[in-house]
């Protein structure tokens, strides 16, 4: 089993900024390994057996968070505004390598959202070649025309300013003006652009589903990581 020094586990995970804020938490007795304090930065140690505080270890590198995210939040690290990762523990932001988005959600928009350190991920998952299927709720400005569902799924639609058309999506309506859309790509602003060709304005848009996860009743602003299990299910 791989053993690390516990000083260079403690930070790169986020937990200790400093080297004196190590031989703090040391002393106080607030790290143990199998139970037992640590006592010297240089101890091998194992993830599995480490615990702060009385918690086990945030994951390694490969960790992958699914977050509810609320209106108003954006998805940058440098934007300005609100943040998605300071819904995080301060210690996240910390990491090396750092959290960043698999692919964003606008502003304004909300739902299901991943995040990871694991950088080999992020471009395995935004690869337009796979063509991992995003589900989106969709409120529209006006009434819908009738033609929408026919209109996406002929695989013709031209957006502006792209030379390439859209593969073919789901549109399913739900009301007058709202409706589930299914995409298997992710263009730029691509739900917002699809409505706008057809002389329609998105008001409202949540992402419900992403491969086979969906939020199962996570409450906006909350987060939970994800199993290896559950990063099987978008990565095969």
Known sequence: MKTYRIDQLLNSLGYIEARRLAQRMLRNHQVLHNGTPVTNLKEKVTHAGVTVDGKPLDPLPGMVILMHKPSGFVCSHTDSGQRVYDLLP???????PQLNSIGRLDKDATGLLLLTDDGQLIQRLTNPKRHVPKVYEVTLADPLKGNETEIFAAGTLMLNNEEKPLLPAEFTPTSANTGTLTLHE??????????GAIGNKVTALHRSQMGTLVLDGLAPGKWTILTEEHIKQITT
């Open 90 to 96: 301060p210690r996240f932001l910390a990491r090396t």
């Open 186 to 195: 992710g263009r730029y602003h691509q739900v917002k652009r699809m409505f």
